[in-house]
């Protein structure tokens, strides 16, 4: 029996078990060198140490024989620009997220995040058992791309503005950095948005090319300066309670590896998973503390009634984009039916806080 079908259906300590007897056979492999550009900075917190990090393991796991050599944004192509590349196979892989290749598929940025949509668990339950990344796989293979999830953070803010949004109707004309589905939500609020990658939103809000931006949470936003500019960040990210990145490689160059190397990248990757999400949620708070005592932020929370009218709007995004686009019908059917199912156990199970000092 393969490799690969023998870790089928492992959970993750047997995953890790299965890895090890394959490390510990990794001087039988062959000697394998391959390229990642990460849609991140090496610096950027989180994002970009995980990419680290994940090369080091391949190459610990395989003792050396397996290596992903990890590179800066735009240092082989275009930050955004890695879906084209890895699918003629200029390169070998990235370090990114769906939500970049939003222009060529716009189906896929459900396998990063969705506006009003689950937090990790519900978020990871449809990917990995709910049939989600099978969707996702048959897509991508279309394009001669396989993808693994790598990394997931916590819930993001929704916005730093330079100005108090006293109403929605403040937000007409404004030009903003808006990431994923979300941005489709912003352009009904009459925001005109575009999608830059992070090093590059500062000059632009610094410039006034755009007016706005969100890009991540308290621990990250710090790191890229925006509360030099603008001062009021808004929560909650009701546009990425949760967002998942991936390691993306071009499908034949995958399939040629042994399967104890591709053991590996699963086992690595899922460890990232483990690491980044629960880093995220336990610097943030502090970050968020220290964006106000230390830089001046200044923390807002959207009203409920504004929130509820974003929510309207992502479900007239949803409505017309179903009707336009087939695949993108498919992939949110898909994501709405487990919602549904999950709904009876979300509301059994979850805790409301009733208790206050």
Not at 149 to 171: A, R, V
Not at 284 to 309: C, F, Q
Request: hydrophobic content about 45%; overall charge positive.
């Amino acid at each position: 029996m393969k490799f690969k079908k023998a870790i089928k259906g492992l959970s993750v300590v047997g995953l890790a078990a299965a890895v090890s007897v394959a490390s510990m056979n990794a001087s039988a492999g062959p000697r394998v060198k391959w390229k990642m550009q990460s849609a991140f900075g090496s610096t950027l917190v989180h994002l970009g140490p995980g990419g680290l990090r994940f090369a080091d393991r391949l190459k610990t796991m395989s003792e050396g024989k397996f290596q992903v050599k990890f590179f800066e944004p735009g240092a082989l192509v275009p930050a955004l620009e890695c879906f084209d590349a890895i699918s003629k196979g200029s390169i070998e892989s990235c370090w990114t997220t769906p939500g970049y290749h939003a222009g060529k598929i716009p189906a896929i940025q459900f396998f990063t995040t969705v506006p009003f949509g689950p937090q990790m668990g519900e978020f990871l339950a449809w990917k990995i058992h709910g049939g989600g990344n099978a969707l996702r796989d048959k897509i991508y293979a279309e394009h001669n791309l396989k993808s693994i999830d790598s990394m997931c953070i916590g819930p993001e803010t929704s916005g730093w503005f330079k100005k108090p949004i006293n109403s929605l109707e403040e937000l007409k004309g404004m030009k903003m950095r808006f990431f994923g589905l979300g941005a489709s939500v912003m352009q009904k609020m009459g925001v005109s948005t575009q999608l830059l990658a992070g090093a590059d939103i500062y000059p632009a809000l610094e410039r006034g090319v755009i007016d706005a931006t969100e890009f991540s949470m308290p621990t990250i936003d710090i790191k890229l300066g925006f509360y030099q500019i603008a001062k009021n960040n808004y929560f909650p990210g009701w546009h990425q309670q949760v967002s998942c990145g991936e390691f993306l490689t071009n499908m034949e160059v995958y399939n040629k590896l042994p399967d104890a190397y591709k053991a590996m990248i699963d086992a690595a990757a899922l460890a990232e998973v483990v690491t980044i999400w629960s880093e995220t949620e336990a610097q943030n708070p502090a970050a968020m503390i220290e964006m106000s005592t230390k830089y001046g932020v200044v923390r807002h929370r959207w009203p409920d009634s504004v929130l509820a009218k974003l929510e309207k709007a992502w479900f007239e995004v949803l409505a017309e984009k179903s009707a336009d686009d087939a695949l993108f019908k498919k992939v949110a059917d898909h994501y709405l039916a487990f919602r549904a199912s999950y709904k009876p156990w979300a509301d059994a199970q979850h805790l409301k806080s009733t208790y206050r000092e």
